[in-house]
């Protein structure tokens, strides 16, 4: 790209390649949820008008492929500062990320009084994760993934 720098060309990366986490773990969680609630697949529905609970674990089984992508090809340039190599404020920025979708989710169903597949997925799994995403990604960035104290922008690019 003409006039892109490194330092912005190394943040375009590592926007695109936690987009292709986000995308694979979202993907589970999407089909484990809708199998947990809605019998996808499988015809009866495990957690049958369950939404919150079918969705925070979907999205937990999803939160260990993020962690493991995030750490090895999204951000293997940025030590971990924690001894348990982040995995800790990982497990709470997402349990607090997670609040956006179940909203979403609980806006939808008891507010709305909306109770279809649609419904639940556009509401959890759309604006709720699109929301979820951006705070994800900053918060991620700036306590699990942060770059080491010595670091330049520049330092890094040529890693």
């Known amino acids: ?81 924690q001894a348990d190599g982040g995995l800790t404020a990982y497990v709470v920025i997402n349990l607090a990320a997670m609040v956006l979708p179940v909203g979403c989710l609980y806006l939808s169903r008891e507010v709305l009084g909306l109770d279809s597949a649609l419904a639940d997925n556009l509401s959890a799994n759309g604006i709720g994760l699109v929301l979820a995403f951006g705070a994800r990604f900053l918060l991620f960035k700036r306590f699990v993934f942060p770059l080491p104290a010595e670091s330049t922008p520049d330092a890094v690019a040529t890693r």
Request: net charge positive; aromatic share 14%.
């Open 1 to 81: 790209m003409v006039g892109v720098t490194d330092p912005w060309r190394r943040r375009l990366g590592e926007v695109a390649r936690f987009f292709v986490v986000a995308q694979a773990a979202t993907w589970v969680s999407f089909v484990l949820f809708n199998v947990l609630l809605h019998g996808m697949f499988v015809g009866d529905a495990l957690l049958e008008d369950q939404a919150i609970p079918a969705y925070v674990l979907a999205n937990c089984v999803g939160m260990v492929i993020s962690f493991h992508g995030s750490r090895g090809w999204v951000f293997p340039h940025r030590p971990p500062r």
